[in-house]
């Protein structure tokens, strides 16, 4: 069964980092890309990041750009954010995202179940 | 960037059909995926490519996309349809992905 799913999420003063993991599980990770996108407590989805499915390219939203990496490792089926400078504007749900295509511009047919976020001090 | 617009909401009785809008410049020369959203859980995708549907996912719900506004519409509404819903586009000259602000389906 097709599965992904997030960890690392909580509370985090601002300024400081935080790594969110997501393992995937029931797919060949290695030939998908991977996105991670967010969700502010009652607000809309927002495109975070993608890394290619052999992590050849990263591409950012301009909000985090600089402080946010992105990474995978496929030998583990994981992909991970390092969150850095952490703002209160980056509080959200955080989802991992499966693309259906390798290398970006695809739907996003498989989402993890998220992970909560919470910059504040 | 490239700009998504949607209406915040939409209403429909039950049994009746739901188009919800999603607008950008040359929206058609682009690929629009959809999501549905309810309330607690994870989006998941409903239409890819404009008007494809993913195993799963009942063929009342359909596409379309041309000029500058694709449209999701859902038929023989049903209580359960009643969620959050997202369009999506690759803004391919700036790497980017796109969503849009979603629309809020009610069924009265």
């Known amino acids: 069964q097709v599965h992904l799913v997030e960890s690392g999420g909580g509370v985090v003063q601002p300024g400081r980092s935080l790594r969110l993991s997501c393992a995937a599980s029931?797919?060949?990770?290695?030939?998908?890309?991977m996105h991670w996108v967010r969700q502010a407590p009652g607000k809309g989805l927002e495109w975070v990041a993608v890394?290619?499915?052999?992590?050849?390219?990263?591409y950012y939203a301009e909000s985090v750009k600089g402080r946010f990496i992105v990474s995978r490792d496929n030998s583990k089926n994981m992909v991970y954010v390092q969150m850095n400078s952490l703002r209160a504007d980056d509080t959200a749900v955080y989802y991992c995202?499966?693309?259906?295509?390798?290398?970006?511009?695809?739907?996003?047919?498989?989402w993890g179940q998220g992970t909560m976020v919470t910059v504040s001090s | 960037s490239y700009v998504l617009t949607q209406p915040p909401s939409v209403s429909v009785a039950p049994g009746l059909t739901a188009r919800i809008t999603c607008g950008g410049d040359?929206?058609?020369?682009?690929?629009v995926h959809w999501y549905q959203q309810k309330p607690g859980q994870a989006p998941i995708l409903v239409i890819y490519?404009?008007?494809d549907r993913p195993s799963g996912i009942p063929e009342r719900f359909s596409g379309s996309n041309s000029g500058n506004t694709a449209t999701l519409t859902i038929s023989r509404v049903e209580a359960g349809d009643e969620a959050a819903y997202y369009c999506q586009v690759w803004d391919t000259p700036n790497n980017h992905y796109v969503f849009g602000p979603g629309t809020t389906v009610t069924v009265l």
């Open positions: 029931g797919f060949m990770f290695s030939t998908t890309g």
């Open positions: 490519y404009d008007g």
């Open positions: 995202a499966r693309e259906r295509g390798a290398a970006g511009g695809q739907a996003l047919d498989i």
């Open positions: 890394i290619w499915y052999d992590g050849s390219n990263k």
């Open positions: 040359n929206i058609g020369s682009y690929s």
